[in-house]
């Protein structure tokens, strides 16, 4: 079990940046894989990025490759997720998740564990 509570999240105008935090209880973190997900109103939660215990392995969506930058500080059982040239397409709350294991990244059903979600709004 671990416990997740993200972070974060704010109005910013189009072009800017933010950075996300996930602190994640428990002494083995570094044995989750962490993810970022998204959800905008009425639509599905949608995979943003992933990154493997260790950190070795990163994965992200295509919409915002080049743009966002996931990482982990496995020392303080912390995940970020760094948000540049923001896009009002970006408005969402994003979730952080932990997977004891997993196949398939992108899917939320890979996930054992959320945090309460961070909103993030980027508008002029």
């Known amino acids: 079990q671990v416990q997740l509570v993200d972070s974060g999240g704010g109005l910013v105008q189009p072009g800017g940046s933010l950075r996300l935090s996930c602190a994640a209880s428990g002494r083995t973190f570094s044995m989750y894989a962490m993810g970022w997900f998204r959800q905008a109103p009425g639509t599905e939660r949608e995979f943003v990025a992933a990154i493997s215990g260790s950190g070795s392995t990163r994965k992200y969506a295509d919409s915002v490759k080049g743009r966002f930058t996931i990482s982990r500080d496995n020392a303080k059982s912390t995940v970020y997720l760094q948000m540049n040239s923001l896009q009002p397409t970006d408005t969402a709350v994003y979730y952080c998740?932990?997977?004891?294991?997993?196949?398939?990244?992108?899917?939320?059903?890979?996930?054992?564990?959320w945090g309460q979600g961070t909103q993030v709004t980027v508008s002029s």
């Open positions: 998740a932990a997977a004891d294991d997993y196949s398939d990244y992108e899917s939320p059903d890979e996930y054992n564990y």
